[in-house]
């Protein structure tokens, strides 16, 4: 009778796992980007540093779209025509830092939004560098920030509540 046992529970052991369904899954940090950031924006820079004043714009006002697409974040400017994929680096509760890097043969930049959603508005900073190389050498560096404030146009982007 013990052998019995110790067959089956040794058969379990064996083939159990074989039925078992393993559920795979991630949740990605862009799941977490609060709903109320995506839709349109009116938004105002105002530069507070720089390191190159005639390259950079001192003030602007400019139309941003945030939308999801899957897993990536889409910010377009309809103003522009400008359109870009954005990784979400950082979410502490109603604050996201994006972060968009562009590389051309010669030219690469680094672009940092970090936004605080305050109820229709949001508040903070774009931190633009961009670096210049020559044969692969570094020749130039300039660096600018912005004071951002974005006032909502539209409400929230529907694909996001119906996962389209």
Known sequence: MKKILL?????????????????????????????????????????????????????????????????????ENPMSGARAQVEVNDIKGNTVKFEKKTYYPDEESLETPILTLQ??????????SIKTFNNGK???EDYVEYKVKGTRISGIDLSIIFGK
């Open 7 to 75: 067959l089956l529970m040794f058969l379990c052991v064996l083939i159990l796992p074989s039925f078992a369904t393993v559920i795979v899954g991630n949740v990605s940090i862009t799941d977490k980007v609060p709903t109320e950031f995506f839709g349109d924006w009116k938004v105002v820079s105002i530069c507070t540093k720089s390191t190159n004043k005639d390259y950079f714009d001192t003030t602007s006002i400019d139309i941003w779209r945030l939308t999801r697409s899957g897993n990536s974040i889409i910010l």
């Open 138 to 140: 570094l020749i130039k």
């Open 119 to 128: 109820g229709d508005n949001f508040v903070g900073v774009d931190k633009i």
